[in-house]
């Protein structure tokens, strides 16, 4: 089984860990995260998720316009946040669009992504790495999976 590959994001000066994950069709991050930025959360613009197991869980609110930095680009996007998960970010499909990510998988289990500046239309490739297996979060090992 391959490793979750994962990059490294900044928001208001946050470095972030941030899963890519193709399939999810939002931009999430975990709350404690969005405490560190500081940004105000707009609670009337909510969702309900459904995860690939059925389960569902409203998120918090919508972080609107948050300039994120990746790669020395920076991209507008917007961020549902959530109570509780375990990952710090997690970057769908919003952001591989917006970016037009091409991925190359490698086979030794290495991966590259390269990223376009939506502004200047400048081109950079990120070598991204695997997911750190666990990761402190308020005093408790959060392992990795969702």
């Known amino acids: 089984m ?11 000066g946050v470095k972030i860990e ?9 931009i999430t991050m975990r709350q ?5 930025t500081g940004l105000p ?22 972080l ?13 996007v917007q961020i ?9 970010m997690l970057l769908g499909r919003p952001f591989h669009a917006h970016a037009e990510v091409l991925t190359k998988h490698f086979q030794n289990g290495d991966a590259h992504i390269t990223i ?13 790495r695997s997911r750190n297996k666990k990761k402190k979060r308020a005093g408790v090992n959060v392992m990795s999976g969702f």
């Open 2 to 12: 391959e490793d979750l590959k994962v990059i490294d994001v900044e928001i208001e």
């Open 18 to 26: 941030a899963i890519l994950d193709e399939g999810c069709q939002i």
């Open 32 to 36: 404690d995260i969005w405490e560190k």
């Open 41 to 62: 959360l707009r609670t009337d613009h909510n969702l309900t998720m459904e995860s690939a197991n059925m389960s569902t869980d409203s998120t918090m609110g919508l």
């Open 64 to 76: 609107h316009n948050v300039p994120m930095t990746v790669g020395g680009f920076q991209f507008l």
């Open 80 to 88: 549902q946040v959530t109570e509780s998960a375990s990952y710090e």
């Open 116 to 128: 376009k500046d939506p502004i200047t239309h400048d081109i950079a490739t990120i070598p991204t």
